[in-house]
Each structure stands twice: as C-alpha cells, then as structure tokens.
C-alpha cells in the first residue's frame, strides 16, 4: 500500500472521529436493497460519505452514501450504508478504505452483508445463505486489496486465511435463525467483478468449482479485515437464481436484485439484532 494512501486512510479517519464521539466495535457494510436496516440505529450520527476525504462514493441505484453510527440491541455499531465496487472503476484500495477506517477507528467485528445470485439449486430468491468460505476469483487472477507494499503496523504480508468467516459468530447466527423459524442456508460465495452478469457456461463452471451464490462484491472487504486481524461474519440475500439453465424467456436484471432484498430485509434485521448482544460472547475461530 502506498504511503500516500495509508495517509488517505488517517484523513477519512480523523475525518469521521471529528464528526462522532461514538467509538464503535463492530462494523455493518449494507449491500443493495438492505439500505432500511440503518434505520434502526439508535441517537444515531449520519455522516455522509461526502463529507469524509477520499470516501469512494457508490454510483449503483440501491445504495446509499452515509455512515450511520450509533447503538443497536446495546452494541456500538457503525453501519457504512453502501459502499463503491470494482466495476464502478474504483481500486481495491479504495474499495476497502472503509474497512481500514474501521480498523483505525476500533472496530474488532465486521459483518458484511451484499446481495448475490444463488447458483446452488436449492437456493430460493428471499433466502438469506451464511457465507461460509469464499473464492476470490479476482484476487486469485492478481486483484487482491493487500497487493503492493504491505503497511506492517495493518498487518501482515501473508495473512492466514484458513478461517475467514469466525466458526462461533456463524454458530451464533445459525442459532438466532433457528429461533426465528427461518431457514439459513450456507454456502461458498464466489466473488466475480461484474458488472455484468453471468452467462450459462460462467454459472456451470462456478457451480462446478463449489460456488454456491455468485456476487460482485464483499470479498475485499474481508480480505482487508482478516488482514486487520478482525472476526468476520457474512452473510448473503440470495435475490436471483444464477441458473446455469435457464428457462426460456428469463433474464436477471438490477431490479429484481433491489425488490428482492428489501423483501429480505425483515429477516436480516431479526438475524442481525440477535446475533448484536451475543458477538462479545464468543472468542475467534
Ligand atoms: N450475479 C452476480 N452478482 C449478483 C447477482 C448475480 O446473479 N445477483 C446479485 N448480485
């Protein structure tokens, strides 16, 4: 990472530690359509993302452009209601800078949450799958977020990444959803760099590689995280079937991916409030 951007990352830092006296531990990444979940936040301060330097800004319909910070089911939480993607034409730098400001400001446990299109046959739109492990078919091809000089005082140039999704936060959740009487599915996330969608022959070999929902984001944000050295959970609105045969006459298209995941909002709310007040409960696997 470039001197010049981890000076990026202390401005954006000081920018938002200025603009709030909350000091919050754990970090919420809304993807698209799951913007309502800010609005439960408690005394909350907004920030909008224009007023922090060097904030990349999401140009996608769906997505929001501020921080949220305040208390949720007794945690103090940040939540970045949408965040800028590769295929807008940002870096992965600049992609993860919000994650780096989290780091810089406390934050010790990340969840992420994005939309994606579930490849896995099972899988139905409305369903919520917990990520359980990922590929990272761009960082794989050479467009990993810690590529470059490694900044020592971030973490380490080769980070483990034998356990990127913490077993005790996924053990949490599949528990609170059990007590909702939802099911959570669980499955890979496969991260492609969109922003067009997937043809027949893509899908078949990602479903062939162990892919179980397929999405344009959330990975380098977890790459960045685990390197930070915090817990991680994820967790993906299946909005789309990614089907690898599709019947006659269906497309995928942004809309659907937006209508889905507002519907499955009221379940995403009611897994992440039960998992809040029990994160601190449990140790790092
Ligand atoms: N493919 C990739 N990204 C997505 C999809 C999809 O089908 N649905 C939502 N995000």
Redesign the pocket.
């Known amino acids: 990472m470039s001197e010049v951007f981890v000076s990026h990352i202390a401005e954006a830092a000081t920018a938002v530690r200025q603009l709030t006296p909350y000091l919050p531990t754990i970090g919420l990444v809304l993807g698209?359509g799951l913007n309502a979940l800010a609005n439960s936040i408690q005394n909350p301060d907004i920030i909008p993302y224009e007023q922090i330097p060097h904030w990349p800004v999401s140009t996608v319909p769906g997505h929001g452009g501020r921080l949220v910070i305040g208390q949720l089911e007794g945690q103090t939480v940040l939540v970045q209601q949408g965040r800028a993607h590769f295929y807008e034409g940002y870096s992965m730098p600049q992609i993860t800078l919000p994650i780096r400001v989290m780091q810089q400001l406390g934050v010790q446990t990340l969840i992420v949450t994005?939309?994606?299109?579930?490849i896995n046959a099972s899988f139905q739109p409305g369903d919520l799958m917990l990520i359980t492990d990922h590929i990272n078919f761009l960082g794989i091809a050479g467009h990993n977020p810690l590529r470059g000089p490694n900044e020592d005082s971030f973490g380490p140039r080769f980070p483990d990444m034998t356990r990127p999704y913490d077993l005790h936060l996924r053990q949490i959740a599949l528990e609170v959803a059990q007590a909702h009487h939802f099911t959570l599915q669980q499955g890979v996330y496969g991260y492609?760099a969109?922003p067009s969608?997937?043809t027949p022959a893509e899908l078949r070999f990602l479903r062939t590689v162990g892919v179980d929902a397929?999405?344009?984001s959330t990975v380098p944000e977890v790459v960045v995280a685990r390197h930070a050295g915090m817990r991680v959970l994820g967790i993906s609105s299946i909005?789309?079937?990614?089907n690898p045969d599709p019947q006659p006459g269906t497309t995928?298209t942004h809309d659907e991916?937006l209508e889905t995941g507002k519907q499955i909002v009221p379940n995403l709310m009611a897994l992440i409030r039960g998992i809040l007040p029990r994160v601190l409960e449990t140790t790092s696997g």
């Open positions: 698209s994005n939309a994606a299109g579930g492609v969109g969608f997937e397929v999405g344009m909005t789309n079937k990614a995928v991916v």
